[in-house]
């Protein structure tokens, strides 16, 4: 038999060029599949990974279907809807990549993106719009942008908009669009939520699975390393350990939070690794340049939190180091799925402490596979002759066992409201990306770190979303009401860290006022 070829989905011969040019011959499965129906103007419900193919898999026949008609003022032709900023910019840079024949244009509202340049882009109009919901929905309530000339929509990485709750802003969206139009959806897992999304808004989609949801690659090497004890300080020395034992060409290690991407990417350069944060507190100038270098290969680990790194495509990652495993427990196969691509070969380390060991049953349920123990030579030794971290920095009495996860910052563990809040949000929204008013407002930062900084539960169930709860964190986010949530932020105080002797300790520094300071309001005294 014969395999198919580019040619064969008769692509037209200047979309066909630029494919060859990028170095493909041969349709990945998703694309075999989705090609062909997409073309002839079909549904399809693509549940597939980064890494898959997915995005050429839209964009190859999306720009072939719009190289025939003109775009109108203000009237996209086709909207993309991305979850992330970066992944919106991926798609982007898919869509100049194919499409750099064709005389389609193309618009991105996402944050850190100059407004002014795409609303004069729009009002010309564009045959693209790539955007993230709470900025496609800032602009259409100004009515910067009308909808009616949607012919086809794409929402690409279905399931992460759901973490990120942004399942209401695209009902909305939906409800906007013209009911005659093309509807594909792409979701690397498919949870009942994002099946009822298709459901209502997909018209008899061709449903095109390429792995399982849980399927981990055979390309990749799996290893557990286990460690006797909790505190931070073993963690982060045992991360070290394992990089220096592997052959790490380039790797990416993942944090729970964003407050721990900060503290293990500046453990990791302190003891002389070349390692760079990633995380939507940073601007987002650094953390495009942060990518960029990474993917030239001028960095050897990013140290990552899941929302900035899902759905990036950085192709040949040798290595991925899981800082603790993720608290949901799919995201471990995200994670992990950043490497051995495209039938490369990978490794992955997964820290795991004694308090980690019901996620980690969780991942090894999910994955259905057994995964083998690493342990760095001396380690083990090294670790027993660790002064404890949670000795040091231990202010409010906290338990030692709780490690990490509890036992760290006594600002965080003194405000128990945040912590309190954060126990009823386990998969709060990161509001960090496609969010204007997380990446315009400075102060904001706080605001949104704070519930993030706050102890994370290794797992919790229920774990499915519901839409009541959905609502409730948008409340409690920075999307909606924007202006109410950032006056509110405005009055916190500002955390600050300040650094101790041989390794990273979060304190809040001396000249920070910590809640109410001195000056207790009468009625709290009485
Ligand atoms: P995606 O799943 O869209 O994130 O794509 C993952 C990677 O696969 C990207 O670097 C693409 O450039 C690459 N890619 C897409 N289609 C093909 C193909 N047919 N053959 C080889 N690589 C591809």
């Known amino acids: ?71 109108r003022a203000r009237m996209p032709r086709c909207l993309i809807l991305c979850p992330t900023r970066e992944l919106a910019a991926q798609v982007a840079e898919n869509f100049e990549k194919y499409g750099k024949y064709l005389k389609l244009t193309m618009a991105l509202l996402i944050g850190g993106v100059s407004f002014k340049d795409q609303e004069t882009l729009l009002q010309r109009g564009v045959d693209v719009l790539i955007a993230t919901p709470g900025r496609l929905m800032d602009q259409f309530d100004r009515g910067k942008l009308l909808m009616m000339g949607v012919e086809t929509l794409i929402i690409d990485e279905a399931d992460r908009m759901l973490d990120m709750g ?57 290893f557990v390393v286990k460690l006797p004890t909790n505190d931070g300080k073993a963690r982060r020395t045992a991360l070290r350990r394992v990089i220096e034992a592997t052959n790490v060409k380039n790797g990416i290690v993942f944090c729970n939070r964003k407050v721990e991407v900060d503290i293990v990417a500046a453990s990791l350069t302190k003891h002389g690794h070349d390692a760079a944060p990633i995380h939507g507190d940073l601007p987002q100038s650094v953390r495009s340049e942060t990518l960029q ?151 904001a930062i706080e605001a949104v770190e704070a519930p993030e900084a706050a102890e994370v539960p290794v797992q919790e169930k229920p774990r499915r979303e519901r839409p009541a709860r959905n609502e409730k964190r948008r409340e409690r986010s920075d999307e909606q009401p924007r202006g109410e949530k950032r006056e509110r932020d405005r009055d916190r105080p500002q955390r600050d860290y300040k650094r101790k002797d041989d390794d990273l300790i979060l304190e809040p520094a001396p000249d920070r006022v910590v809640g109410f300071g001195k000056d207790i309001p009468a009625f709290l005294k009485r």
């Open 1 to 71: 038999m014969t395999e198919t070829t580019f040619a064969d989905f008769g692509l037209a011969e200047n979309i066909l060029k630029a494919v060859i040019e990028s170095g493909y011959t041969i349709p990945t499965p998703i694309q075999r599949e989705a090609i062909p129906h997409i073309l002839m103007g079909g549904d399809v419900t693509g549940v597939a990974q980064t890494g898959t193919g997915k995005t050429a898999a839209f964009v190859l026949p999306m720009i072939q279907r719009l190289s025939t008609g003109r775009a």
């Open 166 to 222: 942004f399942i209401p802003d695209i009902e909305k969206i939906c409800t906007k669009l013209p009911a005659n139009r093309q509807t594909l959806l792409f979701s690397a897992t498919f949870p009942a939520d994002i099946q009822r999304l298709a459901k209502t808004f997909q018209r008899d989609p061709k449903k095109i699975e390429v792995t399982r949801p849980a399927q981990t690659a055979e390309t990749i090497s799996q």
């Open 293 to 443: 270098r990474f993917r030239d290969g001028k960095l050897k680990l990013l140290v990552a939190s899941d929302v900035a790194a899902r759905g990036l495509d950085i192709p040949d990652v040798g290595h991925v180091f899981n800082f603790g495993p993720p608290p949901k427990d799919e995201d471990y196969v995200h994670r992990i799925g950043r490497t051995g691509r495209a039938g490369r070969t990978g490794e992955s380390y997964t820290v795991v402490t004694p308090a980690d060991e019901k996620s980690w049953g969780f991942v090894l349920k999910m994955i259905k596979k057994d995964v083998p123990e690493f342990m760095p030579e001396g380690l083990l030794e090294e670790l027993e002759t660790l002064p404890p971290e949670e000795k040091r920095d231990r202010k409010g009495g906290r338990d030692r066992d709780r490690g990490e996860r509890g036992g760290r910052s006594s600002a965080r563990g003194r405000n128990s409201e945040r912590s309190d809040r954060a126990k009823r949000s386990p998969r709060r929204r990161e509001p960090e990306d496609g969010d204007v008013a997380v990446a315009e407002a400075p102060v």
